[in-house]
């Protein structure tokens, strides 16, 4: 039985690293071919992250949060203690504005892929999603500074 298990785990960590190895090969790939369609694929990928179940999925609980709440302050306060994120929601008249020091995603932070900036235009997919849910219209999101840039923080601004 302890073999077994031994045995499954091996499988399982065998498969994340050619996972991770795939994907990396695939950003690679997506360096290759222009920007604007390079940045809208990477932004489906964002917007599957986004639906992901696993930690409870963002995109569910944006809805909950945009199908009780009508108050801006109150829609970011429930999204910056019920999503899990890189960093803090602000507001900024019409603008929502997060910095974070370290990446928010769980495949760069867990290392099964390797940060690099065609990578990152996948948060502006996951976060576009959450808050076109969150505010039930269509959000425009930039992504100003990020680490895999070589920035020291990522940074995004949401257009509301």
Sequence with gaps: MENSKKRDKDQL???????????DSLIQGLDLIDP?????????????C??????????AIAKRIGEKETDM??????????ILWCGMWERNNNMVICSCRH????????????LRETFCYCSL?????????????????????A??????????????
């Design 13 to 23: 960590s065998f498969l994340l690293k050619l996972a991770g190895n795939m994907i």
């Design 36 to 48: 604007e369609t390079r940045k809208r694929i990477m932004e489906l990928c964002g917007k599957a």
């Design 50 to 59: 986004a639906r992901e179940e696993f930690f409870g999925s963002a995109l």
């Design 73 to 82: 302050d109150k829609i970011l306060e429930r999204a910056n203690e019920e």
């Design 103 to 114: 990446c928010g995603c769980p495949l760069a932070e867990h290392n099964v892929v390797k």
């Design 125 to 145: 997919g996951w976060i576009k999603s959450i808050f076109d849910t969150l505010f039930n219209k269509d959000v425009r999101v930039d992504l100003e500074k």
């Design 147 to 160: 680490i895999g840039f070589g920035d020291k923080e990522c940074r995004f601004v949401v257009y509301i």
